[in-house]
């Protein structure tokens, strides 16, 4: 399943623990839209939490080690 470019801004956000609200504030979104964002992901990527999103997100290369900005 192809993950979209939005898609993985929010997952490296979630994954350098920013909060809903922040996402949404950093990328002039809804937190509605970041939530359907986190669903979506969930559901692509086969998931149940969002610690197993960022397992799978580091292991397919996904989210980047560099320092966050």
Known sequence: MK???REKEVLYLIA???TTNEI?????LST???I???K???WK???RNVAGLVRKGFERGLIDLK???
């Open 45 to 47: 990527m086969d998931v």
């Open 32 to 34: 509605h839209t970041v």
């Open 16 to 18: 350098y623990e920013h």
């Open 67 to 69: 320092l966050q900005s």
């Open 24 to 28: 949404a504030a950093k990328l002039y």
């Open 40 to 42: 979506n992901l969930l």
């Open 36 to 38: 359907s964002h986190r």
């Open 3 to 5: 993950i979209s470019d």
